[in-house]
């Protein structure tokens, strides 16, 4: 399985954009980046994903570079709400809907 | 519409027993995964069912088998329990195709 590289925990201010980064050097073709948090004592939860272009929703921005070897996920203005652990995981279209999670980020959000 | 639906939510029991957990999908998801999560080796993938066939399965021993019905409805069976089996269980649902996943709350279990 392709693997990713995420910083063990991140902190941010609340109201201010936060920037969580992904490394995915070995990302083959068939490969989807998908994000998903979990919140404290809940299963996690789906953030956004992209294959090669840049998407948005109404949680967040997912940013791909231009080789796919990375990506990072951008929440435009913190809140309280968003302390979790966020997880940047390949997903190979062909494989069923099987998730291969990482150590993820734990961000803290202070007030 | 009602999420996923895993129960029990906590269960205890003792090494060298089995339990069976279950797990009721969003209607119309027809594939439904079951992972472990522990502190320590964080969450895994146990196995993927999707139209009553296991389409993936992760590294877990044979002790751990799974099947699903043909309302989609899926269930897990741990045997002989050891207490390294504690974990929290977590079930998630998708619709076919490179969709979301949509987890349930999990089932809490304790082998003592």
């Known amino acids: 399985d392709a693997k990713t590289t995420q910083p063990n925990s991140m902190e941010s201010n609340e109201e201010e954009p936060v920037h969580l980064p992904c490394n995915h050097s070995t990302i083959s073709g068939t490969d989807y980046i998908h994000w998903y948090r979990q919140l404290p004592s809940q299963g996690p939860e789906y953030v956004i994903h992209g294959l090669t272009s840049n998407v948005n929703n109404r949680m967040a921005s997912l940013a791909i570079a231009e080789d796919r070897k990375s990506s990072t996920l951008i929440l435009h203005r913190a809140t309280l709400r968003d302390a979790a652990v966020y997880y940047c995981?390949?997903?190979?279209?062909?494989?069923?809907?099987?998730?291969?999670f990482g150590g993820g980020t734990r961000l803290m959000v202070k007030p | 519409k009602a999420g996923v639906t895993q129960t029990p939510r906590y269960l205890i029991k003792t090494r060298g027993q089995q339990v069976t957990l279950s797990c009721s999908p969003i209607s119309g998801h027809r594939s439904v995964s079951w992972y472990q999560q522990t502190p320590g080796q964080g969450l895994q993938f146990l196995f993927e069912y999707f139209s009553e066939t296991q389409r993936n399965k992760g590294n877990f021993p044979g002790r751990f088998s799974g099947r699903q019905f043909s309302n989609s409805r899926s269930e897990m069976n741990v045997s002989t329990l050891e207490l390294g089996d504690s974990a929290l269980y977590l079930c998630a649902s998708n619709l076919e195709g490179n969709t979301e996943a949509f987890f349930g709350q999990g089932t809490r279990l304790t082998v003592v």
């Open positions: 995981i390949l997903r190979d279209w062909n494989a069923g809907n099987m998730l291969t």
